[in-house]
């Protein structure tokens, strides 16, 4: 059936270092790829999204980049912060908008 | 706009118990959606409405109840509390303008525990 895969399931960085999180998905007709960030007793929110006629989007210090091809799709954030600490999903878009998640990437950025 | 709220912040149950977790947006959105999290782990979606009136079940309905009788509301139904009940309950809210993807907004979750 339909699902993503996120790797890592957790990343520690040093505060100022990059983060890469992959995501790996396995239906052909996916055309829409969010992230959502949720920190620690927190609501998710929408933190980028690209759509599949886009090979690369970009909002500041983070950027989500799309592979069709090998049907997988990237979240890069720079210059970490420790207030990028927060589990981040790439969850499987579906019809109604609906979301099928999975376990996550627990990103732990030190100071 | 206050977006998404939910009621109550918190609550504990007996097993055997039955109580509604309430969902209201004024965003004027026709998709609402149910979700809970277990500690450590992902989303599920328990149930979802594309607009008053009609619902439909997502990956784990079972022990679970909804109705939509308006636009703003999406008050979720457990009617024998079981401690496998217990997580953190999300409802969600978007809208179908434009594209056919758009942003889920979340409330700030109710917290159950089911002893």
């Known amino acids: 059936g339909e699902n993503v895969e996120q790797h890592p399931s957790t990343l520690s960085v040093q505060e100022g270092d990059s983060a890469v999180i992959k995501c790996t998905y396995s239906?052909?007709?996916?055309?829409?790829f969010p992230w959502y960030k949720q920190e620690l007793g927190k609501r998710p929110q929408l933190i980028i999204d690209?759509?599949?006629?886009?090979g690369e989007k970009k909002d500041q210090r983070i950027a989500v980049t799309l592979n069709k091809t090998a049907k997988h799709f990237s979240l890069h954030i720079t210059e970490t912060q420790p207030e990028d600490s927060a589990v981040y999903f790439c969850?499987?878009?579906?019809?109604?908008?609906?979301?099928?998640f999975g376990a996550g990437t627990r990103l732990a950025v030190h100071p | 706009n206050a977006g998404v709220t939910q009621t109550p912040k918190f609550r504990i149950l007996k097993i055997g118990q039955s109580m509604t977790l309430q969902c209201t947006q004024d965003?004027?959105?026709?998709?609402m959606y149910w979700y809970r999290q277990d500690p450590g782990m992902g989303l599920k979606l328990i149930y979802y409405?594309?607009?008053?009136?009609?619902?439909d079940k997502g990956e784990v309905p079972n022990g679970y109840n909804v109705s939509r009788s308006t636009t703003e509301d999406f008050p979720l139904r457990l009617e024998l509390a079981a401690p496998s009940q217990t997580s953190v309950y999300f409802c969600?809210?978007?809208?179908?303008?434009?594209?056919?993807?758009?942003?889920?907004?979340f409330g700030p979750g109710t917290r159950l525990t089911v002893l």
């Open positions: 969600a809210s978007s809208s179908t303008r434009g594209s056919s993807y758009n942003e889920q907004f």
């Open positions: 239906d052909s007709a996916s055309n829409y």
């Open positions: 690209i759509r599949s006629n886009v």
């Open positions: 969850p499987l878009a579906g019809g109604y908008n609906k979301l099928i």
């Open positions: 965003m004027n959105h026709n998709y």
């Open positions: 409405s594309v607009g008053a009136g009609i619902t």
